[in-house]
């Protein structure tokens, strides 16, 4: 049996995914349309909100704070739907409809390193994206990050697991993804649902529905608007949005290792 598939993490099978990550990060700088959806187009409402005087005026409608230091949260999730349920799932039903995962299924190649490799890509894109917006924010429009290494840690453990939930989710939609129109399906019945609870679209608290709050704290993108409004603000976001987002990370992370097939 290759040693790619037994035995630890050696310095071969380093090199060899290292390898596989580099070329998946090729293959995804030749069709930039999706770096520019992740990156791009929040880059742009960042700019458009945050150049506009009345978004910026704290409210006290929004709790003393401005509507876009509300908003930007949601454009960090935005980004990490970008990224995770529209770009990962769609390169592999390409891959599957191409018959490269036929291929790669009579290499050493295990599923769970070409999983790891697109998850690693997704991790760039949205590292990428996510200072790109928090800095454009902070250093142009005043938006206001946290002010303590406690802050500033909680803030990072909510993005972290935020990240870790909403990929996770686009790997599961992978693994499902038996065709590229059978992932566009998927795509379309999560997509606007997840931007909806994210807040992008008008914030949750402003449509005081307890129903609507429910449902918003058990999914990744509201958990994940709960955890990142909290501690972007310097508070902490209490257990329930991180073990949400920890639950959904885990389990649609085991779930995407159990379902993928290469054919």
Do not use: D
Not at 158 to 165: D, G
Not at 205 to 233: M, R
């Amino acid at each position: 049996m290759s040693a790619l598939r037994v035995g630890g993490f050696t310095p071969r099978r380093r090199r060899a995914f290292g390898r596989l990550v580099a070329t998946e990060v090729r293959l995804a700088l030749r069709h930039p349309i999706g770096v520019f959806a992740a990156a791009g187009i929040p880059l742009v409402l960042v700019v458009i909100f945050g150049s506009i005087p009345a978004t910026t005026r704290p409210e006290k409608a929004l709790g003393g704070i401005s509507f876009f230091t509300l908003y930007v949260p949601s454009l960090l999730l935005f980004v990490l739907i970008a990224v995770g349920l529209a770009g990962l799932p769609q390169q592999l039903a390409a891959y599957r409809h191409q018959g490269v995962l036929r291929r790669m299924s009579t290499t050493p190649v295990a599923p769970s390193w070409l999983l790891a490799a697109h998850l690693s890509v997704g991790l760039i894109l949205a590292a990428i994206s996510i200072t790109v917006v928090l800095a454009v924010g902070a250093l142009g429009f005043g938006l206001t990050l946290p002010g303590t290494v406690g802050g500033c840690l909680v803030a990072f453990v909510s993005l972290l697991l935020t990240v870790a939930a909403t990929l996770a989710l686009g790997l599961c939609a992978a693994a499902l993804g038996r065709s590229p129109q059978g992932v566009t399906a998927f795509q379309s019945l999560l997509f606007y649902p997840l931007v909806f609870f994210s807040g992008l679209y008008v914030p949750i608290q402003e449509l005081h529905s307890s129903l609507i709050s429910t449902i918003a704290k058990v999914l990744p993108t509201g958990a994940g608007f709960n955890a990142l409004h909290a501690s972007f603000l310097g508070r902490f976001p209490g257990l329930e949005p991180l073990l949400v987002l920890a639950g959904w990370a885990v389990g649609c992370s085991v779930a995407a290792a159990r379902l993928f097939r290469w054919e």
